[in-house]
């Protein structure tokens, strides 16, 4: 199994709603991220997990929380959103943890999050 | 400032036909580059990685090169398919004092593969 799965595919939110995304992988990795892709533009990275400790912080606004609550999942919630923070949400994840260099990353399919 | 610039930014081409994308970077300290595919709406996927020792690697029909010494890489594609029509990302890995490798993204290249 070499997929990393995420839910919902697509969600719509007001900005005083509170929700959560999802990640999961199976593939016994260590290291699992978020990041964030509006239209036309390349992924900006947000969390990296490493061995389920938050591992980097990319200055995120603390209405994003992430959460890892074991070593195959990944959550991202969310509350009190702007509706520039519509995007689309990646998760990935890759073998090892901070330490090692190389790794490729495995990209879900993104989560589309449009917030009114 | 560590940048990836791809050239072209978008790019049609008919379908059975060759193209190259290129990709220049400022990223140091290297690690390694990766081409990612990305479909719209979906993830991108890694088609290939090189490290600083590597010159070439081939994946089917997508080809990629690397030239540390100019920084600059190029992603070849042959015999063009409809399926190819996607943005092709240059990702270069930054080795950072604490060992985790931040990835630079490049803005990607839009390529239309028409029939």
């Known amino acids: 199994d070499t997929e990393v799965t995420q839910t919902p595919k697509h969600l719509v939110m007001g900005m005083t709603n509170k929700k959560s995304l999802k990640c999961e992988q199976h593939?016994?990795?260590?290291?699992m991220y978020w990041y964030k892709q509006k239209a036309k533009k390349p992924p900006e990275l947000m969390f990296v997990?490493?061995?389920?400790?938050?591992?980097i912080n990319e200055s995120v606004p603390s209405r994003f929380s992430p959460e890892c609550p074991n070593s195959s999942l990944l959550n991202l919630h969310l509350h009190a959103l702007q509706p520039e923070d519509s995007a689309l949400y990646l998760c990935?994840?890759?073998?090892?943890?901070?330490?090692?260099?190389?790794?490729?990353?495995?990209f879900g399919p993104g989560t589309r999050l449009t917030v009114l | 400032k560590n940048q990836v610039e791809q050239s072209p930014q978008s790019l049609i081409i008919l379908e059975g036909k060759n193209c190259t994308l290129q990709?220049?970077?400022?990223?140091?300290?290297?690690?390694?580059l990766r081409w990612y595919k990305q479909d719209t709406g979906r993830g991108p996927v890694s088609l290939t990685i090189?490290?600083?020792?590597?010159n070439t690697k081939s994946n089917g029909r997508y080809t990629a090169t690397l030239d540390a010494d100019t920084k600059q890489s190029s992603l070849h594609i042959t015999a063009s398919q409809l399926s190819d029509s996607a943005s092709y990302i240059c990702?270069?890995?930054?080795?950072?004092?604490?060992?985790?490798?931040?990835?630079?993204f490049g803005t990607g290249t839009r390529l239309l593969v028409s029939p």
């Open positions: 990935a994840s890759s073998q090892r943890g901070r330490e090692a260099g190389g790794d490729t990353q495995y």
């Open positions: 593939m016994g990795h260590r290291a």
């Open positions: 997990y490493s061995y389920e400790k938050l591992s």
């Open positions: 990709c220049n970077y400022t990223v140091s300290p290297f690690s390694n």
């Open positions: 090189m490290t600083f020792s590597e």
């Open positions: 990702v270069v890995s930054e080795r950072k004092n604490t060992g985790f490798q931040k990835l630079v």
